[in-house]
């Protein structure tokens, strides 16, 4: 589990994010949305680490981050896999190359060990004949599915996601989120996604985050999202004709149920 507690950061003197409560359940795909500017980027990178915030403590696992030394927060850096936006494959390595690469730089594993778990990872992503391909050479979504196989290559505690289906078409989206999905379920892992990506929230949101105008407006799962009270939150899922005929036909499948 990842908890933020009481979370603010200003920017120059402009305050971005305002005292955020959050807690982020392992063996849960976790979702952070929000609109552009939302602030949801910066509470992402805060979680991390990348930022510091002026305000508040991130835990993982009850461990403060803030509390750790040097040798500490490198150990935990270990037990973090990252899913960056672009993929960020490097364009001289192969796809078994891009994924040996947090093995070759942090884990103390032999050659023939990296190579077995780099063999493992691509075959969990579905990918075994790609092996000697360089990421030119295959599509937007197998470049994205290379890019969860390293990021997982460590076997990580936490996986962080930012914007993981930008680019792709709906249905590489779909295969990437129940990948992702499958994944955190499988190896109980402490997934956080970063997407302002309707179809991901509803498929695989298990526990939503919605960050407005750098406040927490409102938590819950792809299930209750439709009964939500948020103006905020309903004028940013339901922006579309067909989200918000979905939410008005659920709503009366609910109310007819309960009557």
Not at 44 to 52: A, R, S
Not at 133 to 141: A, L, N, R, T
Not at 221 to 236: A, G, H, V
């Amino acid at each position: 589990m990842i908890e933020a507690k009481n979370i603010s950061k200003w920017f120059d003197g402009q305050r971005v994010l305002y005292d955020i409560n959050a807690k982020f359940d392992t063996g849960k795909t976790n979702l952070i949305i929000g609109q552009s500017g939302s602030g949801k980027t910066v509470f992402m990178k805060c979680l991390i680490g990348l930022l510091t915030p002026e305000e508040g403590e991130i835990l993982y696992d009850g461990r403060r981050f803030r509390d750790l030394d040097t040798v500490q927060k490198r150990q935990l850096r270990t037990e973090i896999g990252m899913l960056f936006q672009g993929s960020a494959l490097f364009d001289n390595e192969t796809v078994l190359g891009n994924v040996m690469f947090p093995l070759k730089l942090f884990s103390s594993m032999s050659r023939a060990e990296q190579l077995e778990r780099a063999h493992f990872c691509i075959k969990r992503v579905g990918l075994e004949n790609a092996d000697e391909k360089f990421p030119s050479e295959i599509s937007g979504g197998m470049q994205k599915r290379v890019a969860i196989a390293r990021a997982i290559a460590l076997n990580p505690k936490y996986l962080f996601c930012d914007e993981p289906n930008s680019g792709l078409d709906p249905r590489t989206s779909i295969l990437i989120d129940e990948l992702l999905s499958d994944i955190t379920h499988e190896y109980g892992i402490t997934t956080i996604i970063n997407t302002h990506d309707m179809n991901s929230v509803l498929g695989i949101g298990e526990h939503i985050v919605f960050i407005n105008k750098g406040h927490c407006d409102w938590t819950g799962n792809d299930k209750n999202i439709f009964r939500s009270k948020s103006e905020s939150l309903n004028d940013f899922v339901f922006a579309s004709k067909l989200f918000r005929e979905v939410k008005s036909y659920l709503e009366k499948e609910y109310n007819d149920s309960n009557n």
